[in-house]
T-cell receptor, first 112, second 114 residues
């Protein structure tokens, strides 16, 4: 079975600072990878996805992620964090069919 | 707003009881997925329906069942509830059932079992 690891449970960054959230996956072939964000009391919103092709993908809200096959990673980045980015972020991979397998999530706190 | 609606938003019940969670997918979406989010298990896939038929099953307990109706709305039935069933239950929908199809998530139903 596929799995996703998000090694950081909590991350705190200052507003305006850059952000990188880590994600590692285990899968034999080229995976379909996603990043979702969950704001308090809300459902999950898709930030970006990777299927194939260019390994640097752009998403909504100024986020981007880079697929690195050699490191089995799909890290999420943002050059300048805003207070409204405070939320929980989930990395996910599609398993057979199209069920999503999620990582444990990373809670982002933004300090002003 | 994803276009996926879930009712009720909150549900408080007692152990041993049975509840039904309802999900209406986005207009035109044929697939419905159910996920459970709990503190100890994280976000887990439960089950998927596509155009009325069960398509995939995950870590869904035998006490849980689901169905998708002809109008494509779905219901998740949880019976003989235990304290450990307390969780946030999400429904998601997608246009078809391909791995590349984006899943749109509803706001969730928070179930509390006392």
């Amino acid at each position: 079975a596929q799995s996703v690891t998000q090694p950081d449970i909590h991350i705190t960054v200052s507003e305006g600072a850059s952000l990188e959230l880590r994600c590692n996956y285990s899968y034999g072939a080229t995976p379909y990878l996603f990043w979702y964000v969950q704001s308090p009391g809300q459902g999950l919103q898709l930030l970006l996805k990777y299927f194939s092709g260019d390994t640097l993908v752009q998403g909504i809200k100024g986020f981007e992620a880079e697929f690195k096959r050699s490191q089995s990673s799909f890290n999420l980045r943002k050059p300048s964090v805003h207070w409204s980015d405070a939320a929980e972020y989930f990395c996910a991979v599609v398993e057979y069919g199209n069920k999503l397998v999620f990582g444990a999530g990373t809670i982002l706190r933004v300090k002003s | 707003d994803s276009g996926v609606t879930q009712t009720p938003k909150h549900l408080i019940t007692a152990t041993g009881q049975r509840v039904t969670l309802r999900c209406s997918p986005r207009s035109g979406d044929l697939s419905v997925y159910w996920y459970q989010q709990s503190l100890d298990q994280g976000l887990q896939f439960l089950i998927q329906y596509y155009n009325g038929e069960e398509r995939a099953k995950g870590n869904i307990l035998e006490r849980f069942s689901a169905q998708q109706f002809p109008d494509l709305h779905s219901e998740l039935n949880l019976s003989s509830l235990e304290l450990g069933d307390s969780a946030l239950y999400f429904c998601a929908s997608s246009v078809e059932s391909w791995a590349r199809d984006e899943q749109f998530f509803g706001p969730g139903t928070r179930l509390t079992v006392l």
